[in-house]
């Protein structure tokens, strides 16, 4: 690149000039994209322009599908992302082995419960998606009632949990009419976070964990954004703190390729020629 990077900060910035946008360039913003849009995403990550947050992590916000790609091995067994139909005879059959009843579907682009659907079986889901009554993608997963749903807040060294509950409903979000108590978290389910945070890029995030009878935590969903109801810290102090993070992450990239910048003038600079030496005006006697 040449020149310093040009830093796009809000949507409106984004949607005027993000066809001018080269290697080096930084988007502070979470982009909204309409569905359907997300392969913008992909031609900024080819261009080398830089996400903060990192587009791997605000793609991950929209897809409950990509979650699983990245994350099906800390999710609750036999979960499942189907795109098509031949993918939920698949399931049917392996539900059926396992001896599977109710099943919960989360569809994509869903969040804060509205998109979480239970069914008494997953023939019932295969009724819905031939009659095109159930769009793909979605997720399903068996449903476990005595399972635990957890809320983790993370922004850089702010971490606060807190369980939800709702004894009418097994949406536990807490507009749906869920309650919200304060946890402490075990290091193994700090390190599940941290690993799942690192792997999707994000800088901050709000988890859901599921906890079994057992003592066991699976990954649900996560997400840049959430709300804060049940939660201790303010919103105030939340958005102040998000925006710490993003910009001390800014400050660090424009370092990081100003360095570079350094390195390749001093690299450009030793293999020059050298012109004018005294070597070149000599003649043979």
């Known amino acids: 690149m040449t020149g ?3 830093i796009i900060s809000s949507n409106q910035s984004f949607s005027e000039h993000w066809r001018e946008l080269a290697a080096g360039d930084i988007v502070l ?3 909204r994209l309409r569905p359907g849009e997300e392969h913008l995403l992909l031609d900024l990550c080819m261009r080398g322009v830089i996400g903060i947050p990192s587009f791997t992590s605000q793609l991950c916000s929209r897809s409950k599908v990509f979650q699983f790609r990245l994350f099906s091995s800390a999710m609750l067994p036999d979960t499942r992302a189907i795109y098509t139909i031949h993918d939920l005879t698949d399931a049917i059959n392996a ?5 599977r009843h109710e099943v919960i579907v989360k569809l994509e682009r869903k969040n804060a419960g509205f998109g979480v659907l239970k069914f008494s079986s997953i023939e019932d889901i295969y009724s819905q998606s031939v009659l095109g009554q159930l769009p793909f993608p979605y997720i399903i997963q068996p449903f476990a009632p005595a399972i635990k749903d ?3 807040i993370i922004i850089d060294d702010y971490v606060e949990a807190y369980e939800r509950s ?5 949406r536990s979000n807490l507009h749906c009419g869920g309650t919200a108590r304060p946890i402490s978290l075990t290091d193994g389910q700090r390190d599940l976070c941290a690993s799942i945070m690192e792997r999707g890029g994000f800088s901050y995030a709000h988890i859901d964990l599921l906890i079994d009878e057992a003592g066991n935590s699976y990954f649900s969903e996560i997400n840049l954004r959430g709300g804060l109801r049940g939660a201790r810290i303010e919103a105030g102090e939340y958005w102040e703190r998000i925006r710490t993070v993003e910009e001390y992450l800014c400050r660090r990239m424009l370092e990081q390729e100003m360095q570079q910048t350094q390195n390749i ?5 030793r293999e020059d020629p050298v012109i004018g030496s005294p070597l070149d005006n000599q003649t043979g006697n």
């Open 4 to 6: 310093r990077p040009r």
């Open 29 to 31: 913003c979470r982009l």
């Open 95 to 99: 539900y059926g082995k396992s001896n």
């Open 150 to 152: 957890v809320r983790i």
């Open 166 to 170: 709702n004894p009418h409903s097994f």
């Open 265 to 269: 003038a001093r690299h450009k600079k």
